[in-house]
Structure formats: structure tokens, C-alpha cells
């Protein structure tokens, strides 16, 4: 806290110090409270007397002094009569959405935190993605210097916040009642990852009125842009590592429509906020008019953006073509009027400045006829192509749907005489592999006695096709796993006997194809091998046509159950045998087991009844074995054994 001894004795300066208060603006660096003065008219306008901010609260109160010093080392507090704005931001508590800003004073700096008194007034609040912002404006106010304490602002919050902070400005000339003080005001928020502009407005201010805006962040690593023409307040961003703000405002001018923009350095996903808001100038009785401006503008090639208006010197106005701009609360009087940014094929009648009375009360009138020529320019057509397999016959382009002109790929035309304005260039005949940024017909303004130039940039691949492969397979004995389809000897797929897969994004050009996979008992017409040809953007196809034949399978034989037999005596063998194929006539032969054998043959499968005797001294086994071939000579065989006993 800082305490300064009083510099002077009250009791015996009170009545010069009401009298001076009532009537005039202090020009010290300090003024005391003797009461509330008449009117806060500055003959410099609206000016920031001081300011001061910062972040890194918590809890339920944030609270901020005005406690900077001036050359002499004295406190620069407030002026009575002066404005004070103060913005709150806060990180928000979970399931705290709204304005949990319960009130907002200011207090001396003493022990007790006595109340200064003064009325601050919620002008707007805005929340989005965690982080708040609430602006409070109190006008005309009230302070004691004499005191020897700092003029501080305090706000107090319904729940605890995580994180905080204020930035407070003081302003000297603002009109004391708030209803009349405060113009417009408009507040918005993006969300991004990137760099990404913020602008509030637009709003509009009248002439004499001060803009000031604030933006906060919880991402901005630093201020990519500022406002133009903006004057930044205090030491520029302030950040206690989780919120970032920055201040700025537009001095007093000529008035209108603004839109001020800041650019947060994002570098991950972030949320900004931004208010701006208009403060209007305190009046010290001087009669005041109004003051309107009107444009007309006749002839060819108008000037599309329109023009600019500005009253002494101030700040400057949008105009139409044919349009008009408003200024009120001007001091009766002459005031110059200018018009500018009028297109060089345009003049303006009687100049571009004329000086108006303004009557107490009333409103005059600064017309300003414009007449406007056809103008001619000049345009340049580029292109620039990289890549492969780049069109080898270049472009065409033509302006205006006109006639046109043959362009290389990375060439230039010109085109002389156009009608200064826009006009639509097209580029054609760009090859079906190459794309053009940005599109191939673009609007381009001509100057008036100038040139511009545009550039089509082309891009160009190396072109693709496709191609199917289909195996189509008949007969019997199909394979059942398929087949695989393999293109130059690298890239393969699996094809179902009666199927097809595609090969998408081959280069154009021949390519080898070979099926294999391809069962014994199969074979392929023309080949497994093949070449074909992919054209660029189509689909070739190559068709195997496979048949196949069942494997031939031998006969199944029995040759019957083991025997017992006598010596001597005729033993009959009844086999039989099948055959999966039918694939007759058979032959069969019987080897006895004793070193004789019986032959013979049969026109199908069946049974198989032949004798034989058994003759032995002593008992002993054979082994018959029965063999059946096929015509196609697949053979199979059975056994069985003979026991054979004496009598």
C-alpha cells in the first residue's frame, strides 16, 4: 500500500478547489474530491489518464489499485469526473457458466478497505470454453486524493475461481452520466488450434467517442496483429501462464464503423474472447449541429470500394457511391469536409474538400458530386507446372469467355486494352492427371492503367488405370481353393474359380498377368500367362478360361474273407470289385499263392467266381491276392488267406 502525505490543507483551499472542480478540467497530475463536478468536458476529448492490470488470482476477490507513479513519484489515481473501466477474466468453475461476479466497488487502499462510493455498471459479460470476461464501466467518478491512498477496484465473486484477473483504464473527458457515456458495445469468442483472427464489432461510434477493446485467451502464446490505427494500453499482453490479455484502444476522431481485429498466436487448441465498446465525450455547453455527407456518383467503371469522409482531420468514415454518413454533436461552426480514395478515373466536382457551417441545433449538408470515366489496363496470364507426365501440348485460356489463346505449361500471354474491372480468366485443355490450384476460372481486377497478372499453378501425376482379372472354369474335378492372379511379378490376389479381382492405380502402360494355382487335372486356354495394356483412367480386363477333368480313380476290390480248405479238394474264390469311373472293360488276375495265377476280363464291375485245388502234404497257408485294372490302367488289389488242412 502506498500512503503520501498531503501536500496541501484542505480547509484552507475548499472554497478555490470548488470553484476550480465545477468549472474546468484539472491539467495537475493530481485532483482531489470536493465534489461531483459539473461536467467532464475536455478540451483534448477523450484521453487515457492511467491503467494498470493484473492476472493470477484466486479465490473470491480479485482487487487492483491504480498505483503507478508519475515523474515525481506521486500516485496517478483518478480524476474526479473521470471513467473507469475495469474487465474481470476468470477461469470458470466447473458448472459455473454464467456471471458469478456478485459486485463490483472501489475502495482506498487503507486498512480497513474503506468504500470510495462510486456505481459500476455491468456493460457485458461473455463466456465460452472455460474462460469468462466481464466488463464494468463507472462514469463520473468520485475520489479523495488527499487521502493519501490509491484508488483500487474490487471484484467479488459467488464461488471460488481457479484463476483470474482484471485490467482496469482511466479516462479523462468521458461524459458523466453512464446511460449517455456508453455508445455501443459488441463482445464475440472463436475456438482454434492455429493463429486465428478475433475482431468484437463491428460497431458504430460518432464523432468525438473513443473505442476501447480487451481480448483474453487461455492459448496465445503472443499477439500475431493488433488493431490498426490502435493505441495499446499499458505494457501490452499480460499472462500468468494459463490466461493471456492484451488492451487496446482508438483515440477520438471523425467517427463511424469499426471492427477491430486481434490475432492470437495459437499453437494448440485455444479459446479467445474480445469486447469493444465506445465511450462518448463529456460537453461543456458549446452549442452543437449535425453534419451529413452525401456522395453521387455518375458514369462508367465505378469505384466498387467506395470512398472515405473524413471532418477535420478526424477519424475516417466508409462511404458508399452513392451513399451517405452522419455526424452528430459537432461544435457549431465551419468544419472541413474531404472525401479520398476516389478511383484515378474519377473526379470529383468542385474538389475533394469543402469547408460547411454547422448551425446550433441543425444539420448541414456536404455533398460530393462524382463523375467516373471508362479506363483501360492490362493482364498477365501465367502458369506454372510441375510433376510427371506433364501435358505435352499446353494450355489454353481465354478472358471473358472471349477468344482464346494457347499457353505452354509454364508460360505467359498478355492481354492489353481491357476495361479496367474485373474480369473472368479461365484456363482448358489441362490433361485428366493434372489439377489446377485454386480452380481453372478465377476473377481478376484490371487497374485502371496498370497490369495485373495471375498464375495458374498445375499439378500433374503420373496417370492410373485399373484392371480386372476373371477366371471362368468348367468341367469336373474343380479345383475348390482357386487361384492367385500376380501382376508383374509383384502385386497378387487371390481369384475364386469362377471370380474376378481388380488391381486399382496401375501405371498405364503394359503389364504381365499369371494365374497360378491351377490343379493337375485343369488346364488353361491361351496360357497362364498374359500382357495387356491399362489406359489412363479406364479398366482393362483379361479373362483365364479354365477347364478341368476329374482325375481317373482304380478300382475298389474284395477279395472276400480268409478260408479254411481240404487238400485235394476244388476251393471256388468269389471276389468282387467297383469302380468310381465305370472305366471298363476290366481285366483281373487271381495270384493263387502257390505260384499258379488265374486271368481273364469283364465288361463291368461285379463278382469274380474262379476254382482252384489245393494240394499239400501237410497243412499250410496261402495268400490270394486279387488285382482288377481299368481301362485307363488304374489298378487295385485285395487279399486274403486260405488256410488249408489234410483230411
Not at 469493444?276 to 453521387?296: A, F, H, M, Q, Y
Request: aromatic share 6%.
Amino acid at each position: 500500500m502506498m500512503n503520501y502525505p498531503t501536500i496541501v490543507k484542505r480547509a484552507g483551499l475548499l472554497a478555490i478547489a470548488l470553484l476550480a472542480v465545477s468549472c474546468s478540467e484539472s491539467v495537475g497530475p493530481e485532483r482531489g474530491s470536493v465534489g461531483a463536478p459539473l461536467f467532464s468536458f475536455s478540451a483534448n476529448g477523450i484521453t487515457l489518464r492511467t491503467d494498470n492490470g493484473s492476472l493470477g488470482y484466486s479465490g473470491q476477490v480479485i482487487r487492483k489499485g491504480f498505483d503507478h507513479q508519475d515523474a515525481n513519484h506521486r500516485v496517478i489515481n483518478p480524476l474526479p469526473g473521470d471513467a473507469v473501466v475495469a474487465t474481470f477474466y476468470w477461469i470458470t468453475p466447473t458448472g459455473n457458466s454464467s456471471n458469478i461476479i456478485t459486485s463490483v466497488r472501489d475502495v482506498y487502499t487503507d486498512a480497513a478497505l474503506t468504500p470510495i462510493g462510486n456505481t459500476y455498471h455491468l456493460v457485458d459479460f461473455i463466456t465460452a470454453n472455460g474462460i469468462a470476461m466481464a466488463t464494468y464501466v463507472a462514469t463520473n467518478v468520485q475520489f479523495d486524493s488527499t487521502r493519501g491512498y490509491v484508488f483500487a477496484v474490487e471484484a467479488n465473486f459467488g464461488v471460488s475461481i481457479p484463476d483470474g484477473g482484471v485490467k482496469m483504464t482511466d479516462w479523462t473527458g468521458v461524459e458523466n452520466v453512464y446511460p449517455t457515456a456508453l455508445g455501443s458495445f459488441h463482445s464475440t469468442s472463436i475456438s482454434a488450434s492455429t493463429p486465428t483472427p478475433i475482431a468484437p464489432g463491428p460497431i458504430t461510434i460518432g464523432a468525438g467517442s473513443l473505442a476501447y477493446g480487451v481480448t483474453l485467451s487461455n492459448g496465445g502464446v503472443n499477439m500475431g496483429s493488433r488493431p490498426a490505427g490502435w493505441v495499446v494500453v499499458g505494457g501490452g499482453i499480460g499472462s500468468d501462464g494459463q490466461l493471456q490479455d492484451d488492451g487496446d484502444y482508438l483515440p477520438p476522431g471523425g467517427g463511424g464503423t469499426i471492427n477491430p481485429q486481434w490475432t492470437w498466436d495459437f499453437q494448440r487448441a485455444s479459446t479467445a474472447l474480445a469486447t469493444v465498446l465506445e465511450l462518448k465525450p463529456g460537453t461543456n455547453g458549446t452549442p452543437t449541429g449535425n453534419l451529413s455527407v452525401t456522395t453521387s456518383t455518375t458514369g462508367s467503371n465505378l469505384d466498387p470500394d467506395g470512398y472515405t469522409i473524413t471532418v477535420d482531420g478526424g477519424s475516417p468514415q466508409a462511404i458508399g457511391i452513392n451513399g451517405s454518413v452522419s455526424y452528430s454533436n459537432l461544435p457549431a461552426g465551419s468544419h472541413a469536409v474531404a472525401i479520398s480514395g476516389v478511383a484515378g478515373n474519377c473526379t470529383v466536382s468542385g474538389g475533394t474538400s469543402q469547408t460547411v457551417t454547422v448551425p446550433s441545433g441543425g444539420t448541414a449538408t456536404a455533398a460530393f458530386s462524382v463523375s467516373c470515366s471508362a479506363t483501360t489496363g492490362n493482364l498477365t496470364v501465367t502458369t506454372s507446372t510441375s510433376g510427371s507426365n506433364l501435358d505435352p501440348d499446353g494450355y489454353t485460356v481465354t478472358v471473358d469467355g472471349g477468344s482464346a489463346q494457347a499457353i505452354g505449361i509454364s508460360g505467359s500471354v498478355s492481354y492489353t486494352n481491357l476495361a479496367a474491372g474485373n474480369h473472368t480468366v479461365a484456363i482448358s485443355g489441362v490433361a485428366g492427371n493434372c489439377t489446377v490450384s485454386g480452380g481453372t476460372s478465377r476473377t481478376v481486377s484490371v487497374p485502371s492503367g496498370g497490369t495485373a497478372t495471375t498464375t495458374f499453378t498445375v499439378s500433374c501425376t503420373a496417370p492410373v488405370g485399373n484392371l480386372t482379372v476373371t477366371a471362368s472354369t468348367s468341367g469336373s474335378g474343380l479345383d475348390p481353393d482357386g487361384y492367385t492372379a500376380t501382376v508383374d511379378g509383384s502385386t497378387s490376389k487371390a481369384v475364386a474359380t469362377n471370380g474376378s479381382v481388380t488391381f486399382t492405380g496401375l501405371a498405364t502402360g503394359s503389364h504381365t498377368v499369371v494365374l497360378s494355382g491351377v490343379a493337375a487335372n485343369c488346364t488353361v486356354s491361351g496360357g497362364t500367362s498374359r500382357t495387356v495394356t491399362v489406359t489412363a483412367g479406364g479398366t482393362v480386363t483379361v479373362t483365364y478360361a479354365v477347364s478341368c477333368t476329374a482325375p481317373n480313380q482304380p478300382p475298389v476290390v474284395n477279395a472276400g474273407p480268409d478260408a479254411t480248405v481240404l487238400t485235394g479238394l476244388l476251393f471256388t474264390l468269389n471276389a468282387s470289385f467297383t469302380d468310381p469311373n465305370n472305366d471298363g472293360p476290366f481285366t483281373y488276375r487271381i495270384d493263387w499263392g502257390d505260384g499258379s495265377a488265374t486271368t481273364g476280363s469283364m465288361a463291368s464291375a461285379g463278382t469274380i467266381s474262379k476254382g482252384h485245388t489245393y494240394v499239400t502234404i501237410f497243412p499250410r497257408d496261402y495268400t490270394i491276392r486279387v488285382t482288377v485294372t481299368d481301362a485307363h490302367g488304374a489298378s487295385g488289389s485285395d487279399t486274403k488267406v486260405i488256410h488249408v488242412i489234410l483230411l
